[in-house]
C-alpha cells in the first residue's frame, strides 16, 4: 500500500501565516527557519498560498494556490520563483527528502 502525500509546510499571503506540520517538529531549528523564510519570501513576492508536500514515493512538491480575484498572484514570476527556490536550497530540500524516506517511509540509505 502506498502511503499518502503529506504536508511538510506552507505559507498564506491572505492569512499572513506560515504552517509546519507537528510531524517535522524533529527536524534541526535552521531547517524549520530556511522553510519558513523560504515559504513566507515567496507569499511576500508572489502572492497566494504555497504548499510543500511530500508523496508516497518521497518526491517533494510544490503546490500553489490563488484566489480566483486575486489580481496581485503573479503566476509567471511564480513559477520562476519555485525554479529558483529548487536551485538555491537544493541541499536542504535534498536533505529533507533524505530525512523523508528514512524516517517516515522506513527506506535505509546506502
Known amino acids: 500500500m502506498e502511503k499518502e502525500t503529506i504536508v511538510l509546510c506552507g505559507a498564506s499571503a491572505y492569512e499572513k501565516k506560515f504552517y509546519l506540520n507537528e510531524a517535522f517538529d524533529n527536524l ?3 531547517v524549520k527557519e530556511e522553510l519558513k523564510i523560504m515559504c513566507v519570501l515567496y ?8 504548499t510543500l508536500k511530500l508523496d508516497g514515493s518521497g518526491k517533494l512538491e510544490f503546490e500553489v494556490m490563488a484566489k480566483e ?6 503566476e509567471i514570476g511564480s513559477d ?3 525554479k529558483k527556490m529548487r536551485e538555491d536550497h537544493k541541499e536542504l ?8 524516506k528514512v ?8
Open 103 to 110: 524516517v517516515f517511509l522506513g527506506e535505509v540509505e546506502e
Open 69 to 74: 480575484n486575486d489580481f496581485k498572484f503573479d
Open 80 to 82: 520562476l520563483k519555485i
Open 93 to 100: 530540500l535534498e536533505a529533507i527528502v533524505t530525512y523523508y
Open 28 to 30: 534541526p531549528t535552521k
Open 43 to 50: 507569499t511576500e513576492e508572489i502572492g497566494g498560498i504555497i
